[in-house]
C-alpha cells in the first residue's frame, strides 16, 4: 500500500510543494547579511583609503594648474591703463613733472598744462 501512496500523483506534488519549505528552513539567518566581510575597511587593505581624499585635493590642484594657464593664453594678455590718482600731500605739478619725466607728454604740453595749474 505505500507503494501505491508513493505513486500517486498528489503524493508527489505535496512533496515537491514542501521541498522548498524544508531548504528554505535551512538557510542561514540574514543577520549578517550587510556586515564587514574579509578584506573590507582596515582588515585587508582597506588601510590604503586614506590616499582617496589625498588624490582628490591633488585631482584639483591639478585642474587649477590647467585652467589657470589655459583662460590666460585663451584671453591674451590684460593691459591695465596707467592710473593717475594723486597721493596725499602730492601736487597736481608734482603729478605733471612725473609724467613729463615719464615722457607721456612733451615741453610744449608740459608748459602749458602748468601755466593752466598757475604755478
Request: proline share 8%.
Given at each position: 500500500m505505500r507503494k501505491d501512496l508513493m505513486r500517486?500523483?498528489?503524493?508527489?506534488?505535496?512533496?515537491?510543494?514542501?521541498?522548498p519549505?524544508?531548504?528554505?528552513?535551512?538557510?542561514?539567518?540574514?543577520?549578517d547579511r550587510y556586515a564587514y566581510g574579509?578584506?573590507?575597511m582596515?582588515?585587508?587593505?582597506?588601510?590604503?583609503?586614506?590616499?582617496?581624499?589625498?588624490?582628490?585635493?591633488?585631482?584639483?590642484?591639478?585642474?587649477?594648474?590647467?585652467?589657470l594657464p589655459l583662460t590666460r593664453w585663451l584671453?591674451?594678455?590684460?593691459?591695465?591703463p596707467p592710473h593717475h590718482h594723486a597721493l596725499p600731500g602730492r601736487s597736481p605739478v608734482d603729478i605733471l613733472k612725473e609724467r613729463f619725466a615719464r615722457g607721456e607728454i612733451d615741453k610744449n604740453e608740459f608748459?602749458?598744462?602748468r601755466r593752466v595749474l598757475g604755478d
Amino acid at each position: 500500500m505505500r507503494k501505491d501512496l508513493m505513486r500517486s500523483p498528489t503524493a508527489i506534488s505535496a512533496i515537491l510543494a514542501l521541498a522548498p519549505g524544508a531548504a528554505w528552513a535551512q538557510a542561514l539567518p540574514d543577520a549578517d547579511r550587510y556586515a564587514y566581510g574579509p578584506g573590507m575597511m582596515w582588515w585587508g587593505g582597506g588601510w590604503a583609503m586614506i590616499f582617496g581624499p589625498l588624490f582628490m585635493i591633488l585631482f584639483f590642484v591639478v585642474l587649477v594648474a590647467a585652467v589657470l594657464p589655459l583662460t590666460r593664453w585663451l584671453g591674451g594678455a590684460v593691459v591695465m591703463p596707467p592710473h593717475h590718482h594723486a597721493l596725499p600731500g602730492r601736487s597736481p605739478v608734482d603729478i605733471l613733472k612725473e609724467r613729463f619725466a615719464r615722457g607721456e607728454i612733451d615741453k610744449n604740453e608740459f608748459e602749458e598744462r602748468r601755466r593752466v595749474l598757475g604755478d
